[in-house]
């Protein structure tokens, strides 16, 4: 009963989804350094802070930090941070994400369902994975030495890794969400035209990809073990 990630039936389960990830983290890289291309009136620092203040969200701080692709909100902190090229940049990528971010921000002010939700997911999704992995292999193990237990063990880990899968199902309309309050604000203070517009809208649809990607990934991880579980305790 000791399954792994080199069981051929595994990826005939999560191939799907990985190609949708590859498919959709070819699109972001695409999309930004295309969007990188088109020019923007603002900075991404300086659009993020036009937006909150718009929003009369001036007590929400922007800090630059490093790395690409490392931006976000932080609740607890109230302060958006956004990488180098983001904060710097003048284009429709960088003003793009900012703006994606300081969706997050007005979601959070004006207390968005969805996150909520998602926010309060988060531990059962923090202890689901770390729980997860435990119990697999203490299960695998005890079944193992011919104790049927084992797969009950293994059940368990499986039902509390479903809290990654409500996570991200949850988080799914919260960043939805976000990226059209971005699009929408971009285009109400003209911080972009036209083309940037359309440049925003391929950066962010491909960001909304991987989280779909990612989603469908962890379901099948799912019925994967599902599928190994049960068929081998009925076999048993």
């Known amino acids: ?92 990528t960088s003003v793009g994400i900012a703006a994606h971010e300081s969706g997050h921000a007005l979601q959070h002010a004006t207390n968005y369902a969805p996150l909520i939700i998602r926010n309060a997911a988060i531990p059962a999704a923090t202890f689901g994975g770390t729980a997860f992995s435990i119990l697999l ?19 368990l880990g499986v039902v509390l890794y479903c809290g990654v899968l409500v996570f991200q199902v949850v988080n799914l309309p919260v960043e939805w969400d976000a990226s059209n309050r971005a699009k929408r604000i971009l285009r109400d203070y003209q911080i972009v035209d036209g083309v940037g517009a359309i440049a925003v809208d391929r950066v962010l649809n491909a960001a909304a990809l991987t989280y779909v990607a990612a989603t469908l990934e962890t379901l099948m991880v799912i019925l994967y073990y599902l599928f190994r579980i049960l068929g081998s305790g009925r076999r048993d």
């Open 1 to 92: 009963m000791l399954f792994h990630f080199f069981d051929p039936v595994y990826f005939v389960f999560v191939l799907p989804a990985i190609v949708l990830m590859l498919y959709a983290q070819f699109k972001v890289k695409s999309a930004y350094a295309a969007g990188m291309q088109v020019p923007a009136r603002l900075s991404g620092g300086a659009a993020a802070r036009y937006i909150l203040d718009q929003a009369g969200l001036q007590d929400v701080g922007i800090e630059e930090v490093p790395g690409t692709l490392s931006d976000h909100y932080d609740p607890r902190g109230r302060v958006l941070r956004l990488s180098s090229d983001v904060y710097r940049g003048r284009s429709a």
């Open 137 to 155: 292999l203490v299960g695998m193990l005890i079944a193992a030495m011919g104790s049927a237990i084992g797969v009950k063990i293994m059940l």
